[in-house]
């Protein structure tokens, strides 16, 4: 009888550290998919004319220009990119990214999820 209860007892401890470990990997699958969600959603910004915008790493960043004219360079890139309404730009570098309204602007900033 003892014999048969920690056999019971063994199977319900290793079956709920079973589940415990499921349920963290859920948690941890959901935080990552609600945390490149909001990389994905797009983040419109409004750059006045000579300010310059400034993204730390933007590897994968695709920027849209929907108002105005930008300018947008790279550190360490030899590129110079001029966006004008309708036109858009990937970063395929992770350096910072400068981006300087040439006249009143305003951009669109979609991050891939792939970057993260």
Same mark, same amino acid.
């Given at each position: 009888?003892?014999?048969?209860?920690?056999?019971?007892?063994? =199977?319900?401890?290793h079956?709920?550290?079973?589940?415990?470990?499921?349920?963290? &990997?859920?948690? &941890?699958?959901t935080?990552?998919? =609600?945390r490149?969600a909001?990389?994905?959603?797009?983040?419109?910004r409004?750059? &006045? =004319?000579?300010?310059?915008?400034?993204?730390?790493?933007?590897?994968?960043?695709?920027l849209?220009?929907?108002e105005?004219?930008?300018?947008?360079?790279?550190d360490?890139?030899?590129?110079?990119?001029?966006?004008?309404?309708?036109?858009?730009?990937?970063?395929?570098?992770?350096?910072?990214?400068?981006?300087?309204a040439?006249?009143?602007?305003?951009?669109?900033l979609?991050q891939?999820?792939h &970057?993260?």
């Open positions: 009888m003892t014999l048969a209860l920690t056999t019971a007892a063994a =199977t319900a401890f079956d709920n550290r079973s589940f415990g470990k499921w349920l963290r &990997a859920k948690a &941890a699958c935080m990552r998919q =609600t490149q909001a990389c994905m959603r797009p983040s419109v409004e750059i &006045a =004319t000579d300010r310059i915008l400034e993204i730390k790493q933007g590897a994968g960043m695709k849209e220009c929907l105005g004219s930008v300018w947008v360079t790279l360490g890139d030899l590129r110079d990119v001029i966006l004008e309404p309708g036109q858009a730009f990937t970063v395929d570098r992770d350096q910072r990214i400068l981006i300087q040439l006249d009143s602007a305003r951009v669109r979609v891939s999820p &970057a993260l």
